[in-house]
């Protein structure tokens, strides 16, 4: 059973269609991945993209184009990328079930790698519902 690393919400795709489009001709989406930093120990990075790398996943939704890098596909299985606005920032949000604690100014957080055993689980379990 194939599942995408990561989903996006409405908010993240637009977002993200609207970074590419100011961007100039050779934006194609983003690049989401983790990086060492923060007080917690981790921190999302996410950088444009002009030329896709072969090994990383990509996710699609409403026409936005999100590149998973290979290392931190562990790290983001299930989650779910999002964008909000509100009084004091901008920018997109990631709502991760393997952050095990994040920093108090929430821009690092700390990661554990998936459970694969518990993914494989609820597939097989969504797999005999249907």
Same mark, same amino acid.
């Given at each position: 059973? *194939?599942?995408? /690393? ?10 993200? *269609?609207?970074? /590419? ?9 983003? *690049? ?6 923060? +007080? ?5 990075? /996410?950088? =444009? ?8 996943? =990509? ?14 596909v562990l790290y983001l299985l299930g989650t779910q990328m999002d964008f909000e606005v509100t009084t004091l920032r901008s920018g997109f949000t990631f709502h991760n079930p393997n952050q095990t604690s994040a920093c108090g +100014? ?9 459970? =694969?055993?518990? =993914? ?5 379990? /969504?797999? *005999?519902?249907?």
């Open positions: 059973m *194939r599942f995408a /690393v990561m989903s996006l919400t409405d908010a993240a795709a637009g977002r993200v *269609r609207a970074i /590419v489009e100011n961007s100039g001709a050779d934006a194609k989406g983003i *690049r989401v991945g983790i990086k060492k930093g923060g +007080c917690a120990g981790m921190e999302y990075a /996410v950088d =444009l993209v002009t030329e896709p790398n072969p090994k990383d996943d =990509l996710i699609e939704h409403q026409g936005a184009k999100v590149w998973i890098a290979p290392e931190a +100014c929430g821009e690092s957080v700390e990661l554990k790698p998936a459970d =694969l055993a518990a =993914l494989a689980a609820q597939g097989d379990a /969504v797999v *005999r519902a249907n």
